[in-house]
């Protein structure tokens, strides 16, 4: 049965006291609405729909780089989920199967929950609604059910004492006939307490149709909402818990867990070791059996088996480390490959290059790949030896088995095999230096009188 997602991520979140929009404050290094597309993609949805409201633009551009192949469609008013779920429903004419509505502020929604869901509605409920039992039920939208049996909804703000005493609350996810909703949401009404379109008013209307709504509940931590910092701080914490426990339980070693910090994608492999106070941008995947030392930060970066990073290396996007590859020390690499066994062991910059196998970098090698307008590569062969303080000037090529003396510039192509020098001559002035310093303090005697 076909399957389509729709995020709500139109409102402002103006608890957050921010100018962001509230689904682009990071978390695990990636804007708050990835994480509801990321459960939503284990359901491998035909449509993925954004629905955007309060900094349409922003959050449009966010969208564009996390998921080309997503639908955004523009809440351009806002009235409530109902009518925010409307907007969606041209990107849906013709669908068939199930509609899932998740919550860009909601991240923790597990991919285990929706599948459940999905499988109410396999046996024959027209409309699966998710709730959660409350330890402190607040200003939550109560669940009037009959077992797993939805009669329906009531927002706090239009609830009874006696429908506020339930405790069996609302988290807004739900997963509807795609065919019936077009029906369902024009029949919603704003006649209530804050002259809102509330989604939730579907599940009585479906029961007034002779529709089974049915519900499924999950763990309170799972409908985790962010609407403060404060609670964005938390969600962060958890995510972190979360994802250490996870990579340990998948069998990678973290030496002091609580000072790793992940990202929301980070992969690590089994019997790979990340030592103290290693940060992980997005978009990073280090392989068994590598090692990633303290006080480093990767991000958009692949590590081989066996590899060393670090200590304090900066891996930046689209640097490859081949198999058994050694980055060191206050080296950093962008847009380059290492090649396998290759070794850059202190104090350099490596960008937009490519290095061969087993080549040799010396301390202090930088790789000029920018003219100020374009960027250029450098090309290193395979057993290539770099000396240390060396400026290659891209364009330009090292051959295999060659050599650069010492603190050379090189601006020229090097032949396999070849030794490149390319410093000035040194000259040496006897005396020179004694005469130079006396000058100088004289000159600085006479400036204090």
């Not at 459960?39 to 729909?49: E, F, K, N, V, W």
């Not at 669908?95 to 919550?103: S, T």
């Not at 640097?319 to 050694?326: F, K, L, S, T, V």
Request: hydrophobic residues 45%; glycine residues 12%; negative net charge.
């Amino acid at each position: 049965m076909a399957t389509h997602l729709v995020v709500l991520a139109a409102g402002q979140g103006s608890r957050m006291n921010s100018d962001l929009p509230k689904v682009l404050h990071p978390l695990g290094g990636v804007p708050l609405f990835v994480h509801a597309l990321a459960a939503g993609a284990a359901l491998d949805p035909d449509r993925r729909i954004l629905v955007v409201g309060h900094g349409a633009g922003a959050v449009r551009r966010a969208a564009a780089r996390h998921d080309d192949g997503l639908i955004v469609v523009e809440q351009a008013e806002r009235l409530g989920t109902g009518h925010a779920v409307r907007q969606a429903l041209g990107a849906l004419e013709g669908a068939e199967g199930d509609v899932f509505v998740l919550y860009g502020d909601t991240p923790f929604i597990r991919p285990h929950t929706l599948q459940a869901m999905r499988d109410r509605r396999a046996a024959g409920a027209a409309l699966v609604v998710l709730g959660f039992e409350a330890a402190d039920p607040g200003r939550y939208g109560r669940l009037i059910a009959d077992g797993d049996r939805l009669e329906r909804i009531v927002e706090w703000k239009d609830a009874t004492e006696a429908e506020r005493a339930v405790t069996l609350c609302n988290s807004g996810v739900i997963c509807a006939d795609a065919s019936q909703l077009p029906g369902l949401l024009a029949a919603v009404t704003n006649d209530n307490a804050a002259g809102e379109y509330y989604l939730t008013d579907i599940v009585g209307i479906a029961r007034s149709r002779g529709l089974d709504a049915a519900l499924v509940t999950c763990p309170e931590a799972e409908t985790l909402g962010i609407n403060t910092r404060a609670e964005l701080a938390a969600a962060e914490a958890a995510f972190q818990a979360r994802a250490r426990a996870a990579a340990i339980a998948e069998g990678a070693t973290l030496l002091a867990p609580e000072t790793v910090f992940f990202a929301q994608d980070t992969h690590l492999g089994r019997d790979c070791t990340v030592e103290q106070f290693v940060v992980f941008g997005p978009g990073v995947t280090v392989e068994t059996g590598a090692h990633v030392r303290a006080f480093s930060h990767l991000e958009g970066c692949h590590v081989g088996q066996g590899a060393v990073v670090g200590p304090y290396a900066r891996l930046r996007p689209g640097a490859e480390i081949g198999n058994d590859a050694r980055i060191g020390n206050f080296v950093e690499v962008k847009a380059a490959e290492i090649g396998e066994g290759a070794k850059v062991n202190h104090l350099s910059y490596i960008g937009d290059a490519a290095v061969g196998a087993r080549a040799n970098i010396g301390a202090g090698t930088v790789t000029c790949n920018y003219d100020g307008v374009f960027k250029h590569r450098t090309e290193i062969g395979a057993d290539a030896f770099i000396g240390s303080d060396t400026m290659l000037v891209a364009p330009v090529n090292v051959g295999c088995g060659a050599m650069t003396a010492s603190g050379s510039v090189i601006t020229e192509d090097v032949a396999p095999g070849a030794l490149a020098l390319g410093r000035a001559r040194q000259v040496n002035k006897d005396g020179f230096a004694r005469r130079l310093m006396d000058s100088l303090r004289d000159a600085k005697a006479r400036k204090a009188r």
